[in-house]
Every structure is written in C-alpha cells, then in structure tokens.
C-alpha cells in the first residue's frame, strides 16, 4: 500500500489556500498605508495638543491668526509650535499621498488653518492631513483648505478628497 496524498486531496488543499490568499492578501498588502495613516493621525492629535496648552496657559501664546500653512514651510507658524515646546513632524513616506493644495504649492502632508469655516465658524483652527485609506478620512480636503468654506465628507471614488481633519474650539 502506497502512502502519500491523492490527486483531489492536494486540489482541495490548493483551492483553500488560495481562497484564503485572496481573502487576507488585500488586508495584508493595505497595512503599509494604514500605518502611515496613523503616524499622520497621531502627528497632528499631537500638535492639537501642544497648540490647546499653549491656548489655555494664556499669554502671548495665543493661536496664530493670520496663517493657513503647510506645516513644515510656514516660518510663522513653526516659530510659534517650537516655542510652545513641540516639534515639527516628519511625515511618513509615500509616493501615493498628493499634496494638501491642488495647485500643488503645499508638498508636505500636514496643514494648519485658523477658523476653518469661515469667519463665522465655530472652530477656531482646523489641522488636517491627507490620507491613503478612504476609512481614515472624515473631511473632503477642500473644506479645510480654504476652497470654499463650507465643510464636506470626502468622496470615496476620488483619492484627492481623503482628508483627516481635527478641528477645535
């Protein structure tokens, strides 16, 4: 009696892997661009934070007011996050991520705003970063951009929309 594996056996095992492959390998291959999302994320709950204690010390460290900058390119703004005692981040790199500004002006991924609304607003900064998963965005990026004013969701058919914004009072 010969020992081993018949024909249908080994098919059966292939056939399961396979539909197993298929199953997890999308999960697997999008894990890179959710860890970089998060970095993103947790940068700017970073920066809320350092600009919030700034804000509720008082003093002459108040929110910058006549900014709406990239992070990283606005002296102004920079100025005012290393006196508040944070640091400028550095975002996680990806080709896949575009920059915040359509007319391509801002080439770094985080961006800050003062009254993100409008004037009329009820938030008085607004920081946001792009994204690369449509279920980490929860703002089109033109509404914190400046645009228009008007706050939209992003659209999930179009990559240029994925934002996260953080938004505060």
Request: proline letters at 6%.
């Amino acid at each position: 009696m010969k020992k081993g594996f018949t024909l249908i056996e080994l098919l059966i095992v292939i056939t399961i892997i396979g539909i197993l492959a298929v199953a997890f390998l999308p999960t697997l291959l999008g894990a890179p661009a959710k860890g970089r999302d998060t970095q993103r994320i947790a940068d700017l709950q970073k920066i809320q934070k350092v600009m919030v204690n700034g804000e509720l010390e008082g003093g002459a460290m108040k929110y910058p007011t006549d900014v709406s900058v990239c992070i990283g390119t606005g002296a102004t703004f920079n100025k005012y996050l290393t006196a508040l005692g944070g640091t400028l981040p550095v975002p996680p790199q990806s080709g896949e991520v575009v920059p915040l500004h359509a007319e391509n002006t801002c080439n770094q991924q985080y961006g800050y705003k003062y009254k993100p609304g409008g004037d009329d607003s009820a938030f008085k900064i607004g920081l946001y970063t792009k994204v690369e998963n449509f279920e980490n965005a929860n703002m089109a990026c033109a509404s914190i951009a400046g645009e228009h004013n008007e706050l939209v969701a992003p659209v999930e058919e179009d990559p240029s929309t994925w934002c996260y914004a953080i938004l505060t009072q």
